[in-house]
C-alpha cells in the first residue's frame, strides 16, 4: 500500500475548547471542524507540561517530561536527544520539513529535519546582547529576516507595541501577507513546489498564533468586536487579590482587571485563532489543487493553552483546563480507512503520543525510548484507551504545580504551598467548584497516585508514603544538565 504523505499541523497555545467543533459558541473555525469532520477528535488531549519548551520536548522525542528532564520553562539547555520525530520518520524514507516554531536550542538545531525554515515567534532570550550574530534572533530567524528584506531593516513583529506574553491586543499593522500566520503557509506552500515527489513528505506547518501577541488581521477582529462574548469562567474558590495587585500590568499572569480590557483579550485572542484557521484552509486547498489531498493524514494538536481570564489568570504553566487541555485531530486517508469518520475518542491522549502515532503511520519502528503510545489503535476503535491516568506538573516559583487528571477527575497539588484542589471534570468541566473538602477519599486515590509518580525523583516531593511541600522546584532534571 502506498505510504501516506503525513501533515503536523501545530498549533501554539490553543485552547482545547476554542474551536467550532469542540462546541465554542463564538469562535468560527470552518476548516479545522472539516479536519474533525473528516477524522477522529480526541476530547481529552492534554499538555502534561504546559509552556512552549518542555511540551514540544514530548512532542519531539515521545518521552514524559520526567525522562526528557524538562519540567519548566529555561531557554539555553541543549537539546541532544537520540531519537526525535522527525529523525524516526526519516529513517522510515520521509522527506521531512518544518515551517515555523520550533523553539530549541542551539535556535537553528534540527531536530532530525531535513530542512527547517524557522519562526519562533519574539523570544526575549535570543535578543539579549550577549548573543552570538548567528543566534540572535534577528539573524537566524528565517521570518524576521525575510520580513526585514520586505518591509525595511528596522522592521519587527512587536512594530505594532504589543509584548509577546501580552492580553493587550489590537490588529496587525501591515499587509496581510506579512503576517507571520500567512507566512507559514505561503511557505508550506512552496515547499509542495520544490519537493521530491519520488518520496512521502512529513511537513509539520508550526504556526506561532494564537500564542500572543494577539495582533490578527483588522478583519478578523471585526468579526468579534460587536457580538456578545461569554465571560472567563471564575471558581468559587478563586479570590480577587494578586489580580487587584496584578491586573495593571501589561503582561500579567491574571490578565487585566478592566473587564473591557479582558474582552479585548478575548476578541484578540478569538481572531488570531479564526485566521490561523483560514490559513489552514489555504494551505488544505493548495494540497487539493495539488492532487495530494486524499494522500495525506493530517495530525492537528496545540502544545499547550491559554487561561485567557479563567479564574482571574492568563497565559499557561498552571494546572488548569484552559492551560493544560489542547485540542487533538487525526485526519484524512489513515483515519477513513479505519472508518471513523466524524467520530470522538474520550481516551486520554497526550503530545508525547504524537511521535509514535505518526511513526505508526509511516509504518517505521517505534524507539524503545519511546514512552507515548500510538493513537491509531483508538482511531480505530475510539473505545479503547492506552492509560488510565495522566500526570503532569510544571515547575513556577510558588505556583509550582503537580496534578493527576482522568477521564472524569483531577487532583491539583502545589508543591511549595501544599494547597491541593480536586475537580469533578463530568460535571463541572469549567473548575468553578473545588471538591477537596467534600470528597476526600476520591482525591486521595489520585494523590497516591501521584506519590507513586514522584517516587525516586530528585526533588524529593515524596518519601514514598505523603507528598513533601517546600522543596525546591527545577525547570530542568539533574540528568539533562549533566549532559548539556
Request: glycine share 8%.
Amino acid at each position: 500500500m502506498k505510504r501516506p504523505n503525513i501533515i503536523l499541523i501545530m498549533t501554539d497555545q490553543l485552547r482545547g475548547d476554542c474551536m467550532g467543533f469542540a462546541g465554542h459558541p463564538e469562535v468560527k473555525t470552518p476548516y479545522l471542524d472539516t479536519l474533525a469532520s473528516k477524522g477522529v477528535v480526541f476530547d481529552n488531549a492534554y499538555s502534561a507540561c504546559p509552556s512552549c519548551i518542555p511540551a514540544r520536548a514530548s512532542l519531539y522525542t515521545g518521552m514524559s517530561q520526567r525522562k526528557h528532564g524538562r519540567v519548566g520553562y529555561e531557554d539555553g539547555i541543549a537539546w541532544d536527544y537520540p531519537h526525535t520525530m522527525a529523525g524516526e520518520l526519516a529513517k522510515a524514507g520521509y522527506y521531512t520539513q518544518c515551517v515555523g516554531k520550533m523553539h530549541v536550542y542551539p535556535l537553528r538545531n534540527l531536530m532530525g529535519f531535513h530542512h527547517i525554515e524557522l519562526h519562533d515567534g519574539y523570544l526575549h532570550y535570543n535578543r539579549r546582547s550577549d548573543i552570538p550574530y548567528y543566534e540572535n534572533q534577528k539573524t537566524a530567524d528565517d521570518y524576521m529576516y525575510w520580513l526585514k528584506q520586505e518591509k525595511g531593516i528596522d522592521a519587527d513583529v512587536i512594530d505594532t507595541g504589543l509584548e509577546c506574553n501580552s492580553w493587550v491586543s489590537r490588529p496587525w499593522m501591515y499587509e496581510e501577507q506579512y503576517h507571520p500566520t500567512n507566512w507559514v503557509t505561503s511557505r508550506c506552500i512552496d515547499f509542495l513546489r520544490r519537493r521530491d515527489r519520488s518520496k512521502p513528505f512529513f511537513l509539520m506547518a508550526s504556526y506561532l498564533r494564537p500564542h500572543p501577541p494577539f495582533d490578527a488581521p483588522e478583519y478578523y477582529f471585526d468579526l468579534y468586536k460587536n457580538i456578545s462574548l461569554t465571560p472567563p469562567a471564575v471558581g468559587s474558590w478563586e479570590d480577587t487579590e494578586e489580580l487587584q495587585k496584578k491586573g495593571r500590568i501589561f503582561d500579567s499572569i491574571t490578565g487585566p482587571l478592566d473587564p473591557e480590557q479582558i474582552r479585548q483579550a478575548q476578541i484578540g485572542y478569538y481572531a488570531c485563532i479564526t485566521h490561523l484557521d483560514h490559513q489552514i484552509g489555504r494551505l488544505l486547498q493548495a494540497l487539493i489543487d495539488d492532487g495530494i489531498y486524499e494522500d495525506c493524514v493530517f495530525v492537528f494538536t496545540s502544545d499547550h493553552g491559554e487561561q485567557l481570564c479563567d479564574h482571574h489568570l492568563f497565559r499557561k504553566a498552571l494546572p488548569y483546563q484552559g492551560s493544560i487541555h489542547i485540542p487533538m485531530i487525526i485526519s484524512g486517508n489513515e483515519a477513513r480507512l479505519a472508518g471513523r469518520e466524524g467520530t470522538v475518542c474520550h481516551g486520554l491522549a497526550e503530545l508525547r503520543d504524537v511521535m509514535p502515532t505518526l511513526i505508526d503511520i509511516a509504518g517505521g519502528k517505534i524507539p524503545d525510548s519511546v514512552e507515548g503510545k500510538s493513537l491509531m489503535p483508538l482511531a480505530a476503535d475510539p473505545k479503547k484507551r492506552i492509560r488510565d491516568y495522566l500526570h503532569g506538573e510544571h515547575s513556577f516559583g510558588e505556583r509550582s504545580n503537580q496534578w493527576i487528571v482522568t477521564e472524569h477527575e483531577k487532583y491539583i497539588w502545589y508543591s511549595q504551598t501544599d494547597q491541593e484542589q480536586f475537580f469533578d471534570l463530568d460535571n463541572d468541566p469549567h473548575e468553578t467548584h473545588d471538591l477537596m473538602a467534600e470528597k476526600p477519599m476520591r482525591a486521595k486515590i489520585l494523590k497516591d497516585i501521584l506519590i507513586r509518580e514522584l517516587a525516586g525523583r530528585e526533588e524529593g516531593y515524596t518519601d514514598g508514603e505523603r507528598l513533601i511541600p517546600g522543596r525546591r522546584p527545577q525547570n530542568c532534571l539533574g540528568h539533562l544538565r549533566k549532559g548539556s
